[in-house]
């Protein structure tokens, strides 16, 4: 049996027909960027998260650098952010010339609330919280930690749609929560597509008017903006699979649920669960310290893995100039030396899953 790492076909077919209703609807419709697909989305997942407004972007990497502009953060200022992290994340510190200031991750993954207070400077400005692989952060420590030092308080939500900690959804936490809708997110498009969310009607509204070369009423510019709108197909089709992301979730939670029950191999760690927190499983990351071994074992059956992710931020080649060396995060280097998301797809089969269960425990 093959097994690839994501099938995001299984995902189309499961609503073919609505998803193909929506496509011929928009392309007939004479109207293709920012219309009413586009506002219905923004409302829908707006009441989904719980935040006051959406606006809809081109990318999830958008919604990060265009939160940290609208929130009038550059150069000279700090940004605190895990140093485990996709490297889009960081970029979008580092495009509107902000410095990351990087935080090792804790046995979940996420930013070590703990070791945030000592990276505080008088340059910081605001916290980058990352929900990777789909488990919420420690969200208690982190809003009384930016409350206290009056920092903003931004979420990359890329992976976490849905995700809660305290049953309140990430994303709402702070200032801004960023989302990615590229295909293989939790939440996937046909195409590139993000947006942002917040409560804060200013923000909402500088973030609207910044997405539209900074033009509220066409041909008057307000600012210098960009050219990241969402455009009407995506929202249609995202609208779509919002109507049934509780059972994409629940779906996600249930293999993983029996990955976690069912896994039992002495080299291979599973992932461990927060308190308080939920996690949406945008990947299940095993920490397995043969991981060569491993790969080469599974791709042997037909098993197919990602490592998310082999090369940490700091040591990229693009953050060269920030001065970093191998064994500045040790903890960061570690976990990029032994991560492995094993298949995980809406759509997955039972005997899919088995055969994924029964090669690894025989590894
Ligand atoms: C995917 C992702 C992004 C970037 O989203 P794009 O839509 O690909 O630009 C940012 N942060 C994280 C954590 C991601 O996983």
Same mark, same amino acid.
Not at 49 to 66: N, Q
Not at 121 to 140: E, F, P, R
Not at 239 to 257: A, G, S, W, Y
Not at 335 to 342: P, T
């Given at each position: 049996?093959?097994?690839?790492?994501?099938?995001?076909?299984?995902?189309?077919?499961?609503?073919?027909?609505?998803?193909?209703?929506?496509?011929?609807?928009?392309?007939?419709?004479?109207?293709?960027?920012?219309?009413?697909?586009?506002?219905?989305?923004?409302?829908?997942?707006?009441?989904?998260?719980?935040?006051?407004?959406?606006?809809?972007?081109?990318?999830? /990497?958008?919604?990060?650098?265009?939160?940290?502009?609208?929130?009038?953060?550059?150069?000279?200022?700090?940004?605190?952010?895990?140093?485990? =992290?996709?490297?889009?994340?960081?970029?979008?510190?580092?495009?509107?010339?902000?410095?990351?200031?990087?935080?090792?991750?804790?046995?979940?993954?996420?930013?070590?609330?703990?070791?945030?207070?000592?990276?505080?400077?008088? &340059?910081?400005?605001?916290?980058?919280?990352?929900?990777?692989?789909?488990?919420?952060?420690?969200?208690?420590?982190?809003?009384?930690?930016?409350?206290?030092?009056?920092?903003?308080?931004?979420?990359?939500?890329?992976?976490?749609?849905?995700?809660?900690?305290?049953?309140?959804?990430?994303? =709402?936490?702070?200032?801004?929560?960023?989302?990615?809708?590229?295909?293989?997110?939790?939440?996937?498009?046909?195409?590139?597509?993000?947006?942002?969310? #917040?409560? *804060?009607?200013?923000?909402?509204?500088?973030?609207?008017?910044? !997405?539209?070369?900074?033009?509220? &009423?066409?041909?008057?510019?307000?600012?210098?903006?960009? *050219?990241?709108?969402?455009?009407?197909?995506?929202?249609?089709?995202? !609208?779509?699979?919002? !109507?049934?992301?509780?059972?994409?979730?629940?779906?996600?939670?249930?293999?993983?649920?029996?990955?976690?029950?069912?896994?039992?191999?002495?080299?291979?760690?599973?992932? /461990?669960?927060?308190? *308080?927190? #939920?996690?949406?499983?945008?990947?299940?990351?095993?920490?397995?310290?043969?991981?060569?071994?491993?790969?080469?074992?599974?791709?042997? !059956?037909?098993?197919?893995?990602?490592?998310?992710?082999?090369?940490?931020?700091?040591?990229?080649?693009?953050?060269?100039?920030?001065?970093?060396?191998?064994?500045?995060?040790?903890?960061?280097? &570690?976990?990029?030396?032994?991560?492995?998301?094993?298949?995980?797809?809406?759509?997955?089969?039972?005997?899919?899953?088995?055969?994924?269960?029964?090669?690894?425990?025989?590894?």
């Amino acid at each position: 049996m093959k097994i690839m790492p994501n099938r995001l076909d299984r995902g189309f077919y499961k609503y073919q027909e609505e998803f193909e209703t929506k496509a011929i609807d928009v392309l007939r419709s004479g109207w293709y960027v920012l219309g009413k697909e586009v506002d219905a989305f923004e409302k829908e997942f707006a009441a989904y998260t719980g935040a006051k407004h959406c606006i809809g972007l081109a990318s999830g /990497l958008d919604a990060l650098w265009i939160a940290f502009r609208i929130l009038g953060i550059g150069k000279g200022d700090e940004v605190i952010v895990q140093a485990n =992290t996709y490297i889009a994340s960081v970029m979008g510190i580092t495009i509107n010339g902000a410095t990351p200031v990087f935080v090792e991750p804790d046995e979940y993954n996420n930013i070590d609330a703990t070791k945030i207070e000592e990276k505080i400077t008088d &340059k910081t400005k605001a916290v980058l919280v990352v929900h990777l692989y789909g488990q919420a952060s420690n969200m208690d420590s982190i809003v009384a930690l930016t409350k206290k030092h009056n920092l903003r308080l931004v979420e990359d939500c890329a992976q976490s749609h849905g995700a809660c900690f305290n049953g309140q959804m990430t994303g =709402t936490f702070g200032d801004i929560g960023c989302f990615s809708f590229y295909p293989s997110k939790n939440l996937g498009a046909f195409g590139d597509a993000g947006a942002i969310v #917040t409560n *804060n009607d200013k923000l909402a509204e500088d973030a609207r008017i910044f !997405r539209n070369y900074g033009s509220e &009423k066409r041909y008057h510019n307000k600012v210098v903006g960009a *050219n990241s709108r969402l455009d009407e197909l995506q929202a249609g089709l995202l !609208r779509v699979r919002l !109507r049934h992301i509780k059972e994409l979730t629940i779906e996600r939670q249930k293999i993983c649920e029996r990955y976690l029950r069912e896994l039992n191999h002495n080299k291979i760690e599973l992932p /461990l669960l927060r308190d *308080n927190a #939920t996690t949406v499983w945008h990947q299940f990351v095993i920490h397995c310290a043969k991981r060569q071994c491993l790969i080469e074992y599974l791709n042997v !059956r037909e098993i197919g893995t990602i490592i998310h992710y082999p090369i940490p931020p700091h040591l990229s080649e693009a953050y060269a100039y920030l001065g970093y060396k191998k064994g500045s995060f040790p903890i960061t280097e &570690k976990y990029a030396d032994e991560v492995l998301s094993i298949p995980l797809y809406n759509g997955m089969t039972e005997e899919e899953q088995s055969y994924v269960i029964n090669v690894l425990n025989e590894f």
